[in-house]
């Protein structure tokens, strides 16, 4: 069984960075291209980045684009999004989301595991 640990978030300032880390276990992680999304209150879930399983290939939303950086180590198996000059419309649950054999892809439906979910907050 694959199973996604999100870890990382938290509470910050408007123009503060934070960084989220998501282990993968049971498979190899290197079969994986690694995507982020998130949904905020009361909204629908959205597609922030994603990373092809050798980290050649990245994508991002255009409201992240220049302030969020996606990456990967597969020796750790571990996905990060850094994030920089954060605003109050970040706020969101934040998802990790594995796609076994697949390119980078902004379409949820092609993500076979995902995370729990962790909590970002940014206040004004």
């Known amino acids: 069984q694959v199973q996604l640990v999100e870890s990382g978030g938290g509470l910050v300032q408007a123009g503060g960075s934070l960084r989220l880390s998501c282990v993968v276990s049971?498979?190899?992680?290197?079969?994986?291209?690694m995507g982020w999304f998130r949904q905020a209150p009361g909204k629908e879930r959205e597609f922030v980045a994603a990373?092809?399983?050798?980290?050649?290939?990245?994508y991002y939303a255009d409201s992240v684009k220049g302030r969020f950086t996606i990456s990967r180590d597969n020796n750790k198996n571990t996905a990060y999004l850094h994030m920089n000059s954060l605003k109050p419309e970040d706020t969101a649950v934040y998802y990790c989301?594995?796609?076994?054999?697949?390119?980078?892809?902004?379409?949820?439906?092609?993500?076979?595991?995902w995370g729990q979910g962790t909590q970002v907050t940014v206040s004004s």
């Open positions: 989301a594995a796609a076994y054999n697949s390119g980078a892809t902004s379409a949820s439906r092609a993500y076979d595991y």
């Open positions: 049971g498979r190899t992680f290197s079969s994986y291209a």
């Open positions: 990373i092809s399983r050798g980290g050649g290939t990245t």
